[in-house]
């Protein structure tokens, strides 16, 4: 009891200062008793999220082993002990991180509803979702590198990611078969392969583009040449699917 009161305080005492106010005047009930105003007090679950937030960023930037406890906590607005108290260890704090991006990763793609019929244009549709999710997530995709880095050491560790099915291979086993059935589709090639070259040709680009774009001697973030990768993936993906 005593130690949850203490982190209580300390909650409350993370606030930054703010410059005195004005009293406000009293308030009074239906009864005409005076009211006491409501004190804000930022929830754990609060304070929570500005950590997770801060130590994606954190990482993100400069991967496990080069992020560091004190700037998570000042990027956070809170200090060092809070993020023991909550997430125990560096370590676990990084393997929390990693599930919070499985997880939004996982609900992104159940988020995925085709709206055609066609299996052709659901494809599409499937691609560029998938597409537009790297190029929207940078620290996901920065994370990964990370992680790969780390050979899955983390991955490995985390009863929550293992036990995550991507929902998209489910999503393109459906097309396919849908597809197959309308002879659009191949029926030599599993959604796994599918999958596996949407993602290849989304994240190499993504996780890259500063590498290549120096090389070639342009910007691969620009919106037209992005839309044009994206028109590639397609006609690759596509062209792999027609039957032979």
Same mark, same amino acid.
């Given at each position: 009891?005593?130690e949850s009161t203490?982190?209580e305080q300390?909650i409350e005492?993370?606030?930054?200062a703010r410059?005195?106010? #004005? #009293?406000a005047?009293a ?7 005076p009211t006491?105003p ?9 304070l929570?999220a500005?950590?997770l937030?801060?130590?994606?960023a ?11 406890? *004190?700037?998570i906590?000042k990027?956070?607005?809170t200090v ?8 125990g260890?560096?370590?676990r704090?990084y393997q929390?991180v990693?599930?919070?991006?499985y997880a939004?990763m996982?609900?992104?793609?159940r988020s995925f509803?085709?709206t055609?019929?066609d299996p ?5 549709q499937?691609?560029a979702?998938?597409?537009?999710h790297?190029?929207?997530?940078? *620290?996901?995709?920065?994370l990964l590198m ?6 899955a050491?983390y ?6 990611i #293992? ?6 291979i489910?999503t393109?086993?459906?097309?396919l078969?849908?597809g197959q ?6 029926k030599d090639i599993?959604a796994?392969t ?14 890259n583009?500063?590498?290549c774009?120096?090389w070639?001697?342009?910007d ?6 992005r ?9 690759v993906?596509? *062209?792999n699917l027609r039957?032979?």
């Amino acid at each position: 009891m005593k130690e949850s009161t203490a982190v209580e305080q300390q909650i409350e005492q993370d606030a930054p200062a703010r410059p005195a106010r #004005k #009293k406000a005047p009293a308030r009074t009930a239906a009864n005409g008793a005076p009211t006491r105003p409501a004190k804000g007090r930022r929830s754990p679950e609060e304070l929570q999220a500005r950590i997770l937030a801060a130590a994606i960023a954190e990482f993100a930037e400069h991967s496990y082993s080069g992020a560091r406890i *004190d700037k998570i906590s000042k990027r956070a607005k809170t200090v060092d002990r809070m993020l023991y108290y909550y997430f125990g260890s560096k370590e676990r704090l990084y393997q929390a991180v990693l599930e919070h991006l499985y997880a939004e990763m996982v609900e992104e793609q159940r988020s995925f509803v085709q709206t055609e019929s066609d299996p052709v244009e659901g494809m599409k549709q499937l691609i560029a979702h998938s597409w537009h999710h790297y190029n929207k997530n940078p *620290d996901l995709v920065r994370l990964l590198m990370t992680e790969n880095l780390l050979r899955a050491k983390y991955v490995k560790k985390s009863a929550k990611i #293992k036990r995550v099915s991507m929902p998209l291979i489910e999503t393109i086993s459906h097309l396919l078969a849908t597809g197959q059935r309308a002879q659009v589709f191949r029926k030599d090639i599993d959604a796994e392969t599918v999958l596996m070259t949407v993602m290849a040709l989304g994240f190499f680009y993504v996780s890259n583009h500063h590498t290549c774009s120096r090389w070639l001697g342009v910007d691969l973030m620009e919106s037209e040449r992005r839309d044009a990768w994206l028109a590639h993936i397609t006609e690759v993906v596509l *062209d792999n699917l027609r039957p032979r």
